[in-house]
């Protein structure tokens, strides 16, 4: 049995989501994996050259478990400026219909001074 076998299966649980030890959803770091694996915080070192391999392997699934969460990130911006986008749509459509409902308020007033008649509403009076 490799001495480091406990340490690359505690690595794939974390990697997996599904540790024994640790909480789900754990940052993947050296120490987490030390104590997913059993052992005490701050086993693997850099100097030993016995864990190159294997904190080479952490910092790749380091970078794999970032890479969703600056995907979410992205998308949220971009939800959040669509967003935005259709609230300043709705804004310049709101005021454009006041726009057009003031300008046919005028020539109703207008049209009632030429002809001397009531002008009827284009909306009907509700009824109860």
């Keep these: 049995m490799e001495p480091l076998n406990d340490y ?11 540790p024994k030890i640790l909480e789900k959803g754990t940052k993947i770091t050296k120490d987490a994996v ?19 391999d294997l904190i080479a392997a952490i910092n790749t699934a380091v970078t794999e ?5 600056k995907e979410k990130t ?3 911006s971009k939800v959040k400026q669509t967003v935005e ?6 804004d310049a459509a ?11 308020y ?3 007033k207008k049209l009632e001074k030429l002809t ?13």
């Design 8 to 18: 690359y299966e505690a690595l794939e649980r974390l990697k997996k989501g599904c």
């Design 34 to 52: 030390s104590l997913e694996a059993g052992r005490n915080k701050g086993s693997i070192k850099k100097s030993r050259a016995l864990y190159r």
């Design 65 to 69: 478990q970032a890479r969703p969460m």
């Design 74 to 76: 992205e998308r949220l």
């Design 85 to 90: 986008s259709l609230r300043d749509q709705l």
């Design 94 to 104: 709101l005021a454009r219909e006041i726009s057009l409902l003031a300008e046919l």
């Design 106 to 108: 005028e020539t109703k």
């Design 116 to 128: 001397g008649e009531k002008v009827l509403p284009i909306r009907g009076k509700i009824r109860s």
